[in-house]
């Protein structure tokens, strides 16, 4: 927690040890951005799509916008518990401050501010951009005060971070009204956000429509904690499109690293045949460097294939492994939200939901299986609802329709039956309905339910996933089972 560090920092400064305190001060701050908003940290509410473990505010407004007035982020640290959503999530990674709105106007919260009027379908539009070289201050708040005002105006709701490195973006509103602000983005910086991914989801009931409009400032689109120390994006790995990374993954010396947050991992990821799938099993996107520190030996020689929800993460978490000497780093162009898209009837080497960060909470392929289950009764389950969450690091877990039931009406779930994977086994508690890892899978990242069990072929040697214990899914093929390590 922010109390703690800033207890070391003063013992450190009085001790006079400069290498602590210069260690401390950036953790502190990344601490204390987190506490102010870090969607990618286990506590926030729901966070952005994109952003697992994205950004923190650095001001707040009043709602009104009567007065702004700046100030520091809160150094009481965050109620660990998650969007991220995961959120985490990747993280990086989320719900702003209470009370952020946007920097330059103050706009209120509470809905669309605009003269569209929400007729015809709803559209979800998820989009980052980065800049190069970054933005001034001056020309940072110049594209706060653009936004705010071009989203109102259109209709839009959602939420934006605004860095001086470019926009991270989770945003819904009418089918016309979020074409013209992609439009309106353009005609802002052609050159920076001419050739955006710009990713639409259409025809979603009004109800899915995002709750209000935050435009806020953040010093990382996804915070990794690098603090203007990371490797430059031109320097990053190589953007495989969904058909070129599909035939990559069979590869037999690619390895797969899955950049987002333990709780999306568990409901959904890629499980090639054959292709060890590494999880770093996070609850934010902070953790990432400490992880790719501590497993190099796992990434050298090999082919690395990067994935997240939509790209972001990737960016600077690919990056980071060419900067640490790696020389075949490749991530998904688009993230897993495009790869479903062009795989959209039998998900290809997709296994369950991509969570993400809107309410639509998951989606998957047309033949999604789902491959989690509830953490108190093991029913298959795939959805994280009613804020359940690990009353020790406070990330969500998956709870049933009927447990949540019982424990609203009838009786309490038992806190240790709400314990993540990750705390149980952390703290050397026996192992529950998410699984454990086992001496046949020493081998595997700690922390990743296991793949226990082998599937029998489908008719006609077609692909069969099959739920493990673990909840996770083991792949056989005309060839004979494959078990798929994470």
């Known amino acids: 927690g922010v109390r703690r560090l800033e207890a070391k920092l003063r013992k450190a400064e009085a001790a006079g040890r400069g290498k602590a305190v210069k260690r401390l001060k950036a953790k502190l701050q990344v601490a204390r951005e987190e506490a102010g908003g870090d969607s990618g940290a286990p506590g926030s509410k729901r966070p952005m799509e994109e952003g697992d473990g994205a950004g923190a505010s650095l001001k707040r407004r009043k709602v009104d916008g009567k007065r702004a007035k700046d100030a520091l982020p809160s150094t009481a640290p965050p109620a660990l518990g998650e969007e991220a959503p995961l959120g985490g999530g990747a993280g990086d990674p989320a719900t702003p401050p209470a009370g952020a709105g946007s920097t330059a106007t103050g706009e209120a919260a509470a809905g669309p501010r605009g003269d569209r009027k929400l007729t015809g379908n709803t559209s979800i539009l998820l989009f980052y951009g980065y800049v190069s070289p970054t933005w001034t201050k001056e020309q940072q708040d110049e594209a706060i005060e653009f936004a705010t005002k071009s989203l109102s105006s259109n209709g839009c709701t959602g939420r934006l971070r605004v860095a001086r490195e470019g926009f991270n973006a989770t945003l819904t509103g009418p089918h016309d009204g979020i074409r013209a602000f992609t439009e309106d983005i353009k005609a802002f910086s052609p050159e920076h956000f001419g050739s955006t991914d710009f990713k639409f989801v259409d025809h979603l009931h009004e109800s899915q429509m995002l709750k209000g409009l935050k435009v806020w400032p953040v010093t990382e689109l996804v915070t990794y904690g690098f603090q203007g120390e990371a490797a430059a994006l031109g320097s990053g790995g190589r953007h495989l499109s969904p058909a070129d990374f599909h035939r990559a993954a069979t590869d037999p010396n690619a390895v797969m690293v899955d950049v987002r947050n333990f709780n999306e991992t568990l409901i959904g990821r890629f499980q090639p045949p054959g292709t060890k799938v590494l999880d770093p099993c996070m609850r934010k996107s902070t953790e990432f460097p400490e992880w790719v520190d501590k497993n190099m030996s796992k990434l050298r020689g090999k082919k690395v294939l990067m994935y997240c929800t939509g790209g972001i993460r990737c960016e600077r978490a690919s990056a980071y492994l060419v900067e640490k000497g790696l020389d075949d780093v490749n991530q998904l162009e688009g993230g897993i939200h495009r790869y479903l898209e062009a795989y ?143």
């Open 344 to 486: 959209a009837s039998d998900g290809g080497h997709w296994v369950g939901k991509n969570y993400t960060f809107d309410k639509r909470f998951a989606h998957g392929a047309t033949q999604a299986d789902v491959i989690s289950k509830c953490i108190v009764c093991e029913a298959p389950w795939e959805r994280y609802q009613a804020q359940m969450k690990c009353p020790k690091c406070k990330m969500e877990v998956l709870v049933c329709r009927q447990c949540q039931f019982d424990n609203k009406k009838k009786e309490k779930i038992p806190k240790f039956k709400l314990m993540c994977f990750l705390c149980k086994q952390r703290s050397g508690k026996p192992g529950h309905s998410q699984g454990q890892p086992t001496a046949k899978h020493a081998g595997a990242p700690k922390g990743r339910p296991p793949v226990q069990r082998a599937s029998s072929a489908a008719p006609g040697g077609k692909k069969h996933h099959q739920q493990s214990a673990g909840g996770g899914t083991s792949h056989q093929t005309p060839g004979g089972a494959k078990h798929v390590k994470f």
